[in-house]
């Protein structure tokens, strides 16, 4: 029997999420700012696509660029007015200034997400040692996924630790940051099964809505023959 592969496509609005869906798409992650790689939408703005469609939605915890979790009160409370309307999945992930997890970051959020299913962001990718990042975050409440490209440089440069950690952990792999059509036959080979795309289902950048039949493409390209 086959398992069909996971693929979450990167929205910035209600008509993302309908195109993702439409395409095949599995779920959406939800952001604002992709300047800065995906900030933490408005809440508004997930109700719109509560409103539109019914696709899993995964709302980034992220108040700035980089991977300092800043005023942790605020985005507790973010964290919170989130789960009040609704949303039960989200993606964070923070770091020390030494490249370490921010635990107490990490922790206070998970504490207010209260069992919600979450990622563990490309943080994962900045890291001083990957390794210490999975030990330290072992065991806490929701955590199924991790997103990772392998490397800070993206897919292209991180594919042989993909390809090592595949496998390997309790959480889901989900590839993505520089992923492109040509790394799926090898990484499907090697078990990964979720996958992560952002312009590359936006033929026309990042200024257009995404594009159904980019996203049937990499649907495609997933699944089993």
């Known amino acids: 029997m086959s398992t069909r592969a996971l693929l979450e496509v990167i929205a910035l609005a209600p008509q993302d999420a309908v195109a993702a869906q439409a ?6 992650e939800l952001v604002t700012d992709m300047a800065a790689d995906g900030l933490t939408p408005a809440l508004s703005v997930f109700g719109a696509v509560r409103a539109a469609t019914d696709i899993d939605v995964r709302v980034m915890l992220r108040p700035t660029a980089g991977f300092a979790a800043g005023d942790l009160g605020q985005l507790a409370r973010t964290a919170g007015e989130f789960r009040e309307a609704g949303a039960d999945q989200f993606v964070l992930g923070f770091l020390d200034a030494e490249g370490g997890v921010d635990l107490r970051a990490v922790e206070r959020l ?16 900045h890291a001083a040692h990957r390794e210490d990042v999975r030990k330290a ?17 993206g897919v292209g440069q991180g594919l042989d630790t993909l390809l090592a950690e595949a496998g390997r952990y309790d959480e889901r792999l989900l590839v993505g940051g520089g992923l492109t059509l040509a790394h799926v036959p090898t990484l ?9 795309v952002g312009g590359a289902v936006r033929p026309d950048g990042w200024t257009e809505p995404v594009s159904p039949e980019a996203v049937r493409v990499w649907r495609r390209a997933i699944d089993p023959a």
Do not use: Q
């Open 110 to 125: 998970v504490a207010v997400l209260d069992g919600c299913r979450w990622t563990f962001h490309r943080a994962l990718d």
């Open 188 to 196: 499907l080979a090697a078990g990964v099964d979720a996958f992560h």
């Open 23 to 28: 395409g095949g798409a599995d779920r959406v």
């Open 137 to 153: 975050l072992t065991g806490l409440p929701g955590l199924d996924t991790y997103l990772t490209a392998g490397s800070p440089s």
